[in-house]
């Protein structure tokens, strides 16, 4: 089983930290870098957590009866807590996003109605398989986040505050939905065959809200915010590429995916990017209305 500095990974203790950021301090469309294609890449993505997130907490609570693991049930506990207030905080800061002219609504509405009239039909088993495949995806986006600490480069400071504290709160309960499908179902060929249809949706999905969020802002022409929006993702050291050799781990003998680390990880959010005065349950917290006003 995996380790985690010496730990048993199920000994790891999953809870929501409750944030409270100044989303309404948010300036500009084009918040990411001052460039449309980064900024769109990042709205879409959040208007997709709040029913997405909904939507992994949901098939992992369908298991709920079946896993009689105490540790694993805590975890799962902690899991559900943590993503329901992950589909919180996007919802509000997808609010601002649309005050500043995106339509994140309408992807919102879209993949509601895939979720309501076609995921929910899917049996317990895919639901989760999928579940699983885009934990991982989404662990190693934010274990990429946190290692690269020029990933977030430009980028207004409430959009980026957000992300890197569900980046650590995916890092942490990234094994959850695994552990708890292989406990359930422990079919990893199925596993497997999910995660690749998942990798095409996301590839398509991804690919055209980007792209139909840019091209409906009044900045969607400039060619080298394009171009860096491009180097950004495909280039050297970019996130696509550094993101390959984690998503391929996934289809190896024996994975877990605590085997890359990140616990480290955790810890550079708390010593370089956590503001304790967002965070409801420190001493310092600051109610985020004053800090607007
Ligand atoms: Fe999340
Ligand atoms: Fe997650």
């Not at 997709?48 to 609570?61: H, K």
């Not at 995916?170 to 959850?176: A, D, L, P, Q, T």
Request: glycine share 6%; net charge positive.
């Amino acid at each position: 089983m995996a380790q985690v500095n010496n730990k048993h990974h199920q000994e790891l203790e999953i809870k929501p930290r409750h944030m409270d950021f100044p989303f309404g301090s948010l300036k500009s469309m084009k918040f990411f870098d001052n460039n449309i294609y980064k900024s769109a890449f990042v709205a879409q993505l959040s208007a997709t957590f709040p029913v997405g997130e909904a939507e992994f907490l949901n098939s992992v609570r369908n298991l709920r009866k079946e896993v009689k693991n105490e540790k694993l049930l805590k975890q799962m506990r902690g899991f559900i807590g943590q993503e329901g207030h992950h589909s919180h905080q996007h919802d509000q800061i997808n609010k601002e996003l649309d005050r500043l002219g995106y339509d994140t609504n309408s992807i919102h509405l879209k993949l509601k109605a895939i979720i309501d009239k076609k995921v929910k039909k899917m049996s317990h088993k895919f639901r989760l398989a999928y579940t699983v495949s885009a934990e991982h995806f989404t662990a190693i986006m934010a274990e990429h986040a946190l290692r690269d600490e020029h990933f977030l480069d430009g980028m207004e400071a409430p959009m980026k505050d957000l992300l890197y504290w569900h980046a650590v709160e995916e890092i942490e309960h990234k094994s959850v939905a695994f552990d708890v499908y292989m406990e359930c179902f422990g079919d990893i060929k199925f596993l497997h065959r999910v995660m690749k249809f998942l990798i095409v949706m996301l590839h398509i999905r991804m690919g055209s809200y980007t792209l139909n969020m840019a091209f409906n802002s009044p900045h969607w022409k400039s060619w080298p915010e394009f171009k860096g929006f491009m180097s950004w993702m495909f280039g050297k050291g970019g996130m696509w590429r550094s993101l390959r050799r984690p998503y391929r781990a996934f289809y190896r003998e024996n994975f877990h995916p605590w085997e890359s680390g990140g616990f480290d990880l955790i810890e550079v959010w708390d010593k370089q990017y956590a503001r304790p005065e967002q965070n409801r349950a420190n001493p310092e917290y600051v109610p985020s209305v004053a800090i607007n006003t």
